[in-house]
């Protein structure tokens, strides 16, 4: 299995632009997870998925902030506009609720860089 | 609101010591604990998951233990090796297993040769 996957690995934006962020899930995994890492507030759980429905949406900071499951296999977080705080390692997870007692495993992350 | 703490925020040590990270948490119902390693620009590795009704888990040279009466889990790391250096993050899931993880901080651990 490839684990999961984001892009891009590494994003430069002027403030104000649109970021899209992308994740794919570790095939058959039922919920999907995206977290923000920054060095003030550590990992932070932003939005989650179960079975492409969004379930939790209470750590997303701002209206500006969105995201979207359309399938079981892909996932979106788009930030519009962008703004420097907004810079972070914004990571993607999934697990299975059938498996071992909802083990997530992450992705590599997507470095923001908002300038 | 559950919060998780991780003490001590960095540890050096020489090779070969065997070492103990500190996790606790505020809210004993807790579904499951899981610890994570970062490599720095890299993303987190699962170590070990403990459920709830378990005490301890062991996976080569890691052993983490779980005691949720007091809020506080340890991992363990035999013969440490300059390969162990890294941030180490223990994170739980609440008892209504929501799924959602609420991370500590981290130990970085630096191991020097």
């Known amino acids: 299995d490839a684990g999961v996957i984001q892009s891009p690995r590494h994003e430069v934006t002027e403030m104000g632009q649109e970021v899209t962020l992308r994740c794919k899930p570790i095939s058959g995994h039922d919920y999907l997870f995206w977290y923000r890492q920054t060095m003030m507030r550590g990992l932070e759980l932003l939005i989650y998925f179960n079975n492409n429905v969004p379930i939790d949406d209470s750590g997303m900071p701002e209206d500006r902030f969105s995201a979207k499951m359309p399938n079981a296999s892909f996932s979106t977080l788009k930030i519009q506009p962008s703004e420097p705080r907004d810079s972070a390692v914004y990571f993607c997870?999934?697990?299975?609720?059938?498996?071992?007692?909802?083990?997530?495993?992450f992705g590599p992350g997507t470095r923001l860089t908002v300038l | 609101k559950q919060e998780v703490t991780q003490i001590p925020a960095a540890l050096s040590v020489p090779e070969g010591e065997n070492l103990v990270l500190n996790c606790s948490f505020t809210?004993?119902?807790?579904?499951?604990l899981q610890w994570f390693r970062q490599d720095p620009g890299k993303g987190l590795t699962s170590l070990l998951l403990i459920q709830s009704s378990q005490r301890e888990q062991t996976s080569g040279r890691l052993n983490a233990s779980l005691d949720k009466s007091s809020g506080r889990s340890t991992l363990y790391i035999a013969a440490s090796q300059p390969g162990d250096s890294a941030t180490y993050l223990c994170a739980v899931v609440g008892s209504g297993n929501t799924g959602k993880l609420i991370f500590g901080q981290g130990t970085t651990l630096q191991v020097k040769p």
């Open positions: 997870a999934s697990s299975r609720a059938a498996s071992s007692y909802n083990e997530q495993f």
């Open positions: 809210d004993s119902a807790i579904y499951n």
